[in-house]
């Protein structure tokens, strides 16, 4: 496994009308929602980690802790950088920020647990049987 405590990474995600919070629910201004810059904390933490997961391997979210502070536009680009502070056995802890343009719009942090695949899927199939 090649994910490394202190490893920072980066990806730009667009902030179209569907992440907008009049969309979602969560509001009634056409702005980046809170639950999209959820989402977007995520993937790149998702995206980062299967860079250095072997196959068959994923992570899922387990916990959540972010400030959303200022709006952010639809229509614009919504940059998302990680830093990954601890390794914990199959537990990984992000620190995760969120810029639009220079400007910090969230932050927080956010953890993802590493899993098979198939074993994943296998117990939740399983728990849907009852």
Not at 72 to 95: E, M, Y
Request: net charge neutral; aromatic share 10%.
């Amino acid at each position: 496994m090649a994910l490394r405590e202190g490893d920072v990474f980066e990806y730009v995600f667009d902030v179209g009308p569907q992440h907008s919070a009049k969309h979602v629910g969560s509001g009634d201004v056409e702005v980046l929602s809170t639950p999209s810059l959820i989402l977007f904390m995520e993937e790149a933490c998702l995206k980062y980690s299967q860079e250095g997961l072997e196959e068959g391997k994923t992570t899922v979210g387990t916990r959540l802790d972010v400030y959303h502070v200022k709006a952010a536009p639809v229509n614009t680009k919504v940059k998302v950088r990680g830093r990954l502070l601890s390794v914990d056995g199959r537990r990984l802890l992000f620190w995760v920020e969120a810029f639009w343009k220079d400007v910090r719009i969230g932050y927080g942090l956010h953890e993802r647990f590493i899993v098979d695949k198939e074993k994943f899927i296998s117990k939740v199939r399983e728990a849907i049987k009852g």
